[in-house]
């Protein structure tokens, strides 16, 4: 663990190690099947990797550009900093293209996941925050997916936390299930097909198309998935147990380096709780924040404006703390 670095002074609450029980609404645990058997099936399914008549480098490609390409503008650009909080605006067109790269990323609809989220920051840490490693570490990082939570219901959490984004008809009409999970087995067919076709093609034989178009669908969809799914995960779970903490939020956030580089920058924890809306998660020069960098490559031609930028009263002082550009319409 790194150790702390300066804390802004004020308002700090001496309880952050204390454990905690899981949530009441989630006891006595009882599993949602539909959930466990689906992360169980793709890890599985994932595993396929090791076995080499299922590997081609095209599908490595694939999965390590899907890492940025859904990953990092399907969760972190748009699911988190511009629907759940609300710190950057894109054209709708634009907007509602990368939330279907977000949900073949098999992490629930926008307007659940934005519930969730929401619900995480009015009280994180806390005995009702749905994901605190305070409850356990394998409970922030897998468990509260797959254990029933009362309290994460759909209807009740989404029309209390996430009423504005299905205002959008677009995000109401992927809300039930057959929809969003119709787009995820879409997806996965389009890798297989692609590949299959391609291959053939290019003059392959129907066992070489069927190879090459599984390599890219254990790659570039099931490897992918799952890496994906660990790196939004440990930023529940690492990076509130482990790191540096530039501010004093009142709860345990950090700044992790391992998380944060290999999130694209959400693992600057800590500075997210800080200034949540804020769109820039890094705010010291050595915390690369790549989703922030595509904010600002979006904004430079025209597809990105009224970016919230970090507070400069949430600035860390005594290193040239910048003063924040205004919001850009």
């Known amino acids: 663990m790194l150790g702390l670095h300066r804390v802004v002074a004020g308002g700090g609450r001496s309880d952050l190690g204390r454990r905690l029980d899981i949530p009441q609404t989630a006891r006595p645990l009882h599993l949602i099947w539909s959930y466990a058997t689906a992360i169980a099936a793709i890890h599985a399914f994932a595993l396929l990797a090791f076995v080499p008549w299922f590997f081609s480098w095209t599908g490595v490609v694939l999965a390590v550009l899907g890492l940025y390409v859904f990953g990092t503008l399907g969760i972190n650009l748009c699911y988190h900093r511009l629907l759940t909080h609300r710190g950057v605006v894109c054209p709708a067109w634009l907007e509602h293209a990368l939330a279907i790269l977000g949900v073949c990323c098999v992490q629930d609809t926008p307007a659940r996941w934005i519930a969730i989220h929401r619900r995480h920051h009015a009280q994180a840490d806390e005995q009702p925050d749905p994901h605190s490693p305070r409850a356990g570490f394998l409970w922030a990082h897998l468990g509260w997916i797959v254990v029933r939570n009362q309290d994460l219901v759909r209807p009740g959490l989404v029309s209390r936390y996430a009423k504005d984004i299905l205002r959008d008809p677009f995000y109401a009409r992927l809300e039930p299930y057959p929809c969003w999970v119709g787009v995820i087995l879409l997806s996965w067919l389009l890798f297989f097909v692609g590949g299959f076709v391609a291959e053939w ?24 998935t799952v890496l994906v799914w660990h790196i939004t995960w440990s930023v529940n779970s690492v990076a509130h147990l482990w790191g540096y903490r530039t501010y004093e939020t009142g709860e345990s956030s950090r700044n992790n380096l391992l998380v944060g580089f290999i999130s694209n920058g959400e693992g600057w924890h800590n500075n997210h709780h800080a200034d949540p809306r804020s769109a820039r998660h890094g705010h010291q020069w050595w915390e690369l924040d790549v989703t922030w ?15 919230a930028t970090p507070s400069v009263q949430r600035q860390p002082g005594q290193q040239g703390a910048l003063e924040p550009p205004p919001a850009k319409d």
Do not use: E, K, Y
Not at 213 to 222: H, I, Q, R, T
Not at 294 to 301: E, K, M, N, S, Y
């Open 201 to 224: 093609m290019l003059g392959g034989s129907v066992d070489q198309a069927l190879q090459f178009g599984l390599s890219l669908l254990v790659w570039g969809v099931f490897v992918r």
């Open 293 to 307: 960098l595509t904010i600002r490559l979006l904004a430079a031609v025209g597809l990105a404006g009224r970016i």
